[in-house]
C-alpha cells in the first residue's frame, strides 16, 4: 500500500500542478484505484494548503482555495468511507471470536494517516537534502522520526487487517458526517 502512495507522490510530482489530471494506472473501480485516488487528493490537498499561506495572498483567490479544499476534504473523507467498505466486504463473513475486541479505529482511518505520512516522508526527504547544515540536520531528524512512525504504522495496519481477518477484532463504520457541508445541515447556508 505504501508502494502505491510512493509512486503516486512522484507521479504528481512530474507536474507539480493541483489541475494536473490523476492519470491512475488502475482499472477503474479496483481497490488500487481506490487508493491512487485517496493519495492523489491528499497530494493535491497538501499543495493546495501551501498556495493558501504566503501572507500577501490575493483574499478572493484564499476563498477559492479554501472553499476547494474545504471541497477536498469532504472528496477525502468520502474516499476514505470507500475503503472501509472494501474492508467491511473483506471482513463480512468472518467468524469474531467470543472475545473479539471493537477497533476504535477503522482500517481506513490508518490507511488516511499512512497516506499523510507518505507526503511527509517525501517533503521532508527534500528539505534534508537543501538549505544549510542547520536546516538538512534538523529535517533529517524529522524524516527519521518520520520513517520510524511509516514501519509502526505500517506494521500496525497488518497486524490490525490480520485481527480482522482471524475475527479477533471486530470494526464497526461510523460515517463522518460532515455538516459544513451540507446545505441542509449548515445554518450558514439553509437561512439563505
Known amino acids: 500500500?505504501?508502494?502505491l502512495f510512493e509512486r503516486q507522490i512522484i507521479e504528481y510530482h512530474?507536474?507539480?500542478n493541483v489541475d494536473a489530471p490523476q492519470n491512475c494506472p488502475f482499472q477503474e473501480g479496483t481497490f488500487e484505484a481506490i487508493l491512487w485516488e485517496k493519495s492523489w487528493v491528499d497530494t493535491v490537498q497538501w499543495h493546495l494548503e501551501d498556495l493558501i499561506r504566503p501572507d500577501d495572498v490575493d483574499p478572493v483567490y484564499a476563498?477559492?482555495?479554501k472553499r476547494r479544499i474545504d471541497r477536498s476534504n469532504q472528496h477525502r473523507t468520502?474516499?476514505?468511507?470507500?475503503i472501509d467498505d472494501h474492508y467491511m466486504m473483506l471482513?463480512?463473513?468472518v467468524a469474531l471470536l467470543p472475545d473479539a475486541v471493537l477497533n476504535t479505529e477503522t482500517p481506513a482511518?490508518?490507511?488516511?494517516r499512512l497516506s499523510i505520512l507518505a507526503l511527509k516522508i517525501y517533503h521532508f526527504s527534500i528539505e534534508a537534502n537543501r538549505g544549510d547544515s542547520e536546516h538538512r540536520a534538523k529535517c533529517q531528524t524529522k524524516l527519521d522520526t518520520l520513517l520510524t512512525q511509516r514501519e509502526d504504522l505500517s506494521s500496525a495496519i497488518d497486524q490490525l487487517l490480520a485481527d480482522l481477518a482471524a475475527g479477533r477484532r471486530r470494526m464497526k463504520l461510523y460515517r463522518q458526517m460532515k455538516m459544513y457541508n451540507d446545505p441542509s445541515l449548515n445554518p450558514s447556508l439553509y437561512k439563505k
Do not use: G, I
Request: no cysteine; aromatic share 14%.
Open 14 to 16: 512530474k507536474t507539480d
Open 109 to 112: 482511518w490508518a490507511v488516511d
Open 78 to 82: 468520502d474516499l476514505v468511507e470507500r
Open 91 to 93: 471482513f463480512k463473513d
Open 1 to 3: 500500500m505504501y508502494a
Open 63 to 65: 476563498l477559492q482555495l
